[in-house]
């Protein structure tokens, strides 16, 4: 079932940050779980994405450079393009709506190719 939804907030919108990282990392956590059921198992890391947005500006850049590794890893097992998140700067306006648009469709993507429904 899909948990990420970023359209549920908005640039500068501290509580909707919080609705999108809880559901994010509810998704990221289903990923995981997924992967490592598999048999042979694949493990792929299991951070603690509970506060990307809503961690504040000091976490935005660790938050992107560590959900790099583990999109990189996704893509990986997944076939499942995408763009370097570690570009994005989710302080800046533009920047965060391009990045949320494109995580969206990566997730959606993800979600597709593991049967996630």
Do not use: K
């Amino acid at each position: 079932m899909p948990q990420f939804a970023p359209d549920q907030c908005e640039f500068g919108d501290q509580a909707g940050y919080g609705i999108v990282d809880i559901g994010h990392w509810r998704e990221h956590i289903q990923l995981v779980q997924l992967f490592w059921a598999q048999s042979p198992s694949i493990v792929i890391p299991n951070p603690d994405f509970g506060a990307i947005l809503s961690g504040g500006p000091s976490n935005l850049r660790r938050g992107l450079d560590l959900h790099q590794t583990v999109h990189t890893l996704l893509r990986q097992f997944t076939g499942v393009p995408g763009v370097d998140y570690t570009d994005f700067r989710l302080d800046q306006e533009t920047d965060f709506y391009s990045f949320m648009g494109y995580h969206a469709g990566e997730h959606a993507a993800i979600r597709q190719v593991l049967g996630i429904t």
